[in-house]
C-alpha cells in the first residue's frame, strides 16, 4: 500500500474541508469508533444470537427483478475504508505523510476490533501537546491488521479508499 499517496490524497480532502475547530481531534477519535463499529456491524461474526453471521460483502443495489442492471458493493470493505479516511487523518495530525509499519493480528476478529478501539482511546488519551507516534503505529498496525484478517488485499483496500474519496469530494460539491 502506498501510504504517502494515500496521505497526500487524505490531505487534499482534509484541506477541501477546513475544518480547524478545537475539538477537530476530538471528533476525529469518535468518527473512527463509530466506524469501527459500523465495520464490525458489517462483519457480523460477533452476533452469537444470530442466525446470519456471514459478512455482508456483496450486497445487490437495483431492481430485484433484474440483478443484471444493478451493482453489487462490499458494504464490510466500504466500512473499513470510511474508517481509513480517519486512521489517516489522525496521522495527518502527526504531520505523517508516510511510514514503515508492520500488521498486528490477534488471534481473533473479535479480540482485533477490542484492541482497535482500545488502541483508539488510547491515542485520545494523550496529552495533546505531546501525543506519542508509538500509539498512532499501534492503532495503524493494528487497522492493517484488521483489513487482513477480513480478507482484503490492499489493492482493493486502495481502489475502494480513493471511489470513497471521489464521494467525499462529491459531498462537499453538493453541501453534504
Request: charged share 30%; hydrophobic share 35%.
Amino acid at each position: 500500500m502506498n501510504l504517502s499517496k494515500l496521505f497526500e490524497t487524505q490531505k487534499v480532502l482534509r484541506n477541501r474541508i477546513k475544518y480547524e475547530g478545537e475539538d477537530r481531534f476530538e471528533k476525529l477519535i469518535l468518527a473512527l469508533l463509530v466506524e469501527l463499529g459500523e465495520c464490525a456491524n458489517e462483519w457480523r461474526g460477533f452476533k452469537f444470537w444470530s442466525k446470519d453471521q456471514q459478512p455482508r460483502t456483496k450486497v445487490y443495489y437495483g431492481p430485484p427483478e433484474m440483478p443484471d442492471v444493478g451493482t453489487y458493493e462490499n458494504p464490510l470493505l466500504e466500512e473499513y475504508v470510511d474508517g481509513l479516511h480517519f486512521i489517516l487523518e489522525l496521522g495527518l495530525e502527526y504531520e505523517l505523510n508516510d511510514f514503515k509499519y508492520a500488521v498486528f493480528i490477534c488471534d481473533s476478529v473479535e479480540k482485533q476490533f477490542i484492541y482497535l478501539y482500545r488502541a483508539t482511546t488510547d491515542v485520545f488519551a494523550q496529552d495533546r501537546l505531546d501525543r506519542s507516534l508509538h500509539y498512532y503505529r499501534n492503532l495503524i498496525q493494528l487497522y492493517f491488521g484488521l483489513g487482513e484478517m477480513l480478507g482484503f488485499t490492499w489493492e482493493e483496500v486502495e481502489q475502494a479508499y480513493y471511489k470513497k474519496n471521489k464521494v467525499n469530494h462529491h459531498r462537499q460539491d453538493v453541501g453534504y
